[in-house]
């Protein structure tokens, strides 16, 4: 059973292949060609904690492809109240033909995974949030920026962190990662990355200079720096991050037509500012929307391979 849990059980080939197919559908989605590829098809999508995104890009997703989605809030089902999730992946994946799951620990969705009948989606996790990466790659193809891209991370060593490391390394382009000290990458993940750039040819650039980080870079990006989670970090946070806020005197260092990436949700005036958040450069929209087009090339693909 082929899972979508983290980008490093995918090869290039793959990761491009998901990714043509999400062009494609998107092109048909936006000439009025409907094609029902799921049709019948239920998705559970489970959440331990919040989003409007993926929520919305998996619900509306499936429904275009003539499937179901099903919210299924921790709050409010049996896990909440402690059952255990060998025992929800056997009875869920016994009744739905897809499983997304949003939580904190990726080892709980592996193990999710382990017990489940139907794919599993990694719709975030601590460590990773590989089918945002999806959309992010796939918004870069659009805007002329794959070929041999050098892409800066400045910010936080969390999970978006995590999964450029991982979406670099197979594919084999320069990423380099500024954060503060003490905010580093998980070593684990970066041994990985550094595993995966010595076949792929990617370099893998660890700094803790944001100014470093962007020159002549074609991709600026951030993410927030407290993730869900870590709330009460918040301020101590917003202390250590001064002087990692993605403004104006930041992107000059950058090419002239970089490109300005981000997940969302955005911090205005913290890890981004407004000016460069809402500008000429930024295509944070592209790239919110593309998770939708990205997700069913995702969905497709997995429903396509189940048997493999
Ligand atoms: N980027 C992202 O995953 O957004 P949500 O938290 O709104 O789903
Ligand atoms: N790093 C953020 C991403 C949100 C989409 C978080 O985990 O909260």
Redesign the pocket.
Known sequence: MKHFLTLNDFTKDEILEILDLAIKIKKELKNGEIKQRMKDKSLAMIFEKSSTRTRVSFEVGMTQLGGHALFLSSRDTQLGRGEPLKDTAIVISRMVDMVMIRTYKQKDIEEFASYSNVPVING?T?EF?PV?LMADYMTMIEHGKNKNPKVAYVGDG???AHSWLMLASKLGFELRVATPKGYEVDSVILDQAMQNAKKSGAKIVILNDPKEAVEGCDIVTT??WA??GQEDEKAQRERDFQGYIVDNKLMKLAKKDAIFLH???AYRGQEVSKEVLEGAQSVVFDEAENRLHAQKGIMIWLDKHKEV
């Open positions: 975030l601590d949030h945002q969390n999970n978006m993410d927030t993730s869900m997940c969302l949700p």
